[in-house]
């Protein structure tokens, strides 16, 4: 299917053009409102100055929100719990008083699982026991995390790690899985901490054609009552070709739109250069050049959207995180900041 939708790929892009844009595009290049942030086992060495200068480099560059992937990764929380028993990587505390002190909004996630893609290719039945024991393992640590953050107006919403591609839940009886575990998910996490909105995201592999993905999605959305969509442009990682992107963005867009919740794109800040399926090695980035950026940033913001979100400036754009990143971080500021 994905090789059949390629070749329909330039009849759809002009059709797209004599459309026009799904809005009038702005006058400049819209820059980066948002970014993720993966809490890893070296952060854990970080002391408050160092992610206070972070915080502080990331709202130079007009951020003010971070999604925090995770706070529970591979069972190893990044918080003192007394649910999970794994050795913590004590980083969200730090997070969270670097983000106060930096007037930052952060959306937090909940468990991330490395095993989850594997996990969820099996037989639907054995996916909705998956899906059962992760929903009780993540509004347990939604339970902690709204215990110490209790009244943080620093803490704007929770956000579900399990991203959501474009191949794995087209079978109705597998979308029947996936639906059941973020309602039921969506449902805990609103009696836990009532009025935070929850968010999911996802990926387009060029798999599914446009209609079906916003389909998909529709349901989705209409569905569990998520209330955000982070759809990310698959650029770095070549998923879709720059000229592919604004197509399944639009169709996201729109199914966002039809059900009343907030669109979010995602832009990748890096270029993929080592792992699969590029080769057998460990995933290896490097930050992207700034025209790529710019070009990307520029299709996110001809859609109806709450802002643009990074994937990920502590990581590719920023004086923390290497030459080339910091390079990348100088470059930008240059170009949007003014």
């Not at 130079?60 to 971070?66: C, F, L």
């Not at 955000?228 to 399944?248: C, N, S």
Request: charged share 20%.
């Amino acid at each position: 299917m994905a090789s059949a939708f390629r070749r329909i790929v330039p009849a759809l892009l002009c059709l797209l053009a004599l459309l026009g844009p799904t809005r009038p595009a702005a006058a400049e290049t819209p820059g980066f409102t948002g970014t993720f942030l993966q809490l890893l086992a070296d952060h854990d060495s970080w002391d408050a100055n160092r992610w206070q200068a972070l915080f502080t480099a990331l709202r130079a560059i007009g951020v003010d929100e971070v999604v925090v992937q995770w706070s529970v990764n591979d069972k190893a929380p990044t918080y003192q719990s007394e649910h999970f028993t794994a050795p913590p990587n004590i980083a969200l505390p730090a997070v969270l008083q670097a983000a106060r002190a930096s007037g930052m909004r952060l959306m937090l996630g909940l468990v991330h699982d490395s095993a989850y893609w594997e996990k969820i290719k099996r037989d639907p039945k054995l996916v909705r026991v998956y899906f059962r024991r992760l929903l009780l393992e993540s509004l347990a640590a939604a339970k902690e995390l709204a215990a110490l953050t209790a009244e943080d107006p620093t803490v704007v919403g929770y956000y579900i790690p399990q991203e959501i591609d474009d191949r794995s839940w087209l079978e109705p009886d597998r979308q029947d899985v996936l639906v059941e575990y973020l309602t039921d998910l969506r449902e805990g996490l609103r009696q836990i901490a009532p009025g935070l909105p929850v968010a999911v995201s996802g990926f387009s592999n060029a798999f599914a054609e446009p209609l079906v993905l916003r389909r998909l999605w529709t349901r989705i959305l209409g569905a569990s009552g998520i209330d955000r969509v982070l759809f990310q442009d698959g650029v770095g990682v070549a998923k879709l070709l720059h000229g592919e992107t604004g197509i399944f963005l639009t169709a996201v867009s729109q199914a966002a739109q039809e059900t009343g919740r907030a669109f979010t794109p995602v832009v990748e800040t890096f270029t993929q250069v080592a792992g699969p399926p590029i080769n057998d090695k460990p995933f290896q980035a490097i930050p992207a050049p700034l025209e790529r950026l710019k070009k990307q940033l520029d299709t996110a913001g001809r859609l109806p959207h709450d802002g643009i979100v990074a994937f990920s400036l502590p990581e590719y754009c920023s004086p923390f995180a290497g030459p080339a990143a910091a390079a990348l971080y100088a470059q930008y500021k240059s170009a949007f900041i003014h």
